[in-house]
């Protein structure tokens, strides 16, 4: 606690004139030795004086217990504004922190956003063509399908007839065949080469099957 200055009050006058007071400033002493000081006048003076020092006193003390707790509850909000402040600046760099931490969560799930969609990307280009050539494929091996039946029915009209075909007829045929199906394997026709290859084979076990002649 702050010294706290002090005053005394002297009086004098009569019955017919107004009493005058004059105030003579202490020197700063701590509150206790005022009311002190103010209590023993007290007893010095006349009745009403006395109160007067007494009511000064029990003011002067008074007053200290409201500056005592004045600058206490000053203390106390300026640590709690302290605190308050050391708490804000805490959760500011935590909060920038965090904010970072965000931002760079935000560009890793922007780039693996992108790596994504460019691998759906190619994984769709990719079926797009394969399911293109099994589409392709299966319209081929369709149409494989078909002319081999064609072919099985023509060599199975092929085998019905070989009886009354001479053996030289046979072996030319064979022969024609084997030139046919060189021809279409250099131009990359593979259905006609397959065709030529088949009517081959038709020929040759139309002459494996054959019978020499003379005998039953």
């Known amino acids: 606690?702050?010294?706290?200055?002090?005053?005394?009050?002297?009086?004098?006058?009569?019955?017919?004139?107004?009493?005058?007071?004059?105030?003579?400033?202490?020197?700063?002493?701590?509150?206790?030795?005022t009311t002190d000081f103010l209590r023993r006048m007290a007893s010095m003076v006349s009745e009403r004086n006395g109160e007067m020092l007494l009511r000064a006193a029990a003011l002067i003390e008074a007053?200290?217990?409201?500056?005592?707790?004045?600058?206490?509850?000053?203390?106390?909000?300026?640590?709690?504004?302290?605190r308050n402040v050391e708490l804000r600046e805490a959760a500011e760099l935590a909060s920038d922190a965090m904010v970072k931490q965000v931002e760079a969560?935000?560009?890793?799930l922007a780039e693996v956003t992108a790596a994504a969609a460019a691998e759906r990307a190619t994984f769709d280009t990719e079926r797009g063509r394969l399911l293109g050539l099994?589409?392709?494929?299966?319209?081929?091996?369709?149409?494989?399908?078909?002319?081999l039946e064609t072919l099985r029915a023509s060599v199975d009209g092929l085998n019905e007839t070989l009886v009354s075909v001479p053996v030289e007829v046979l072996k030319l045929a064979r022969t024609q065949f084997d030139y046919l199906s060189s021809g279409f394997a250099r131009r990359?026709?593979?259905?006609a080469?397959?065709?030529?290859e088949i009517g081959a084979f038709a020929i040759d076990q139309a002459l494996a099957n054959k019978k020499p002649a003379g005998k039953a």
């Open 105 to 108: 969560l935000r560009a890793q």
């Open 1 to 33: 606690m702050s010294p706290v200055g002090t005053a005394v009050i002297t009086t004098s006058g009569c019955k017919r004139h107004p009493m005058s007071a004059t105030v003579v400033t202490l020197p700063p002493k701590s509150s206790s030795e």
């Open 188 to 191: 990359g026709d593979v259905i």
């Open 134 to 147: 099994m589409q392709d494929a299966e319209g081929h091996i369709g149409k494989l399908t078909s002319e």
């Open 63 to 82: 007053l200290a217990q409201r500056t005592m707790s004045a600058e206490r509850l000053f203390h106390e909000q300026q640590s709690e504004s302290t």
């Open 193 to 196: 080469q397959a065709m030529s």
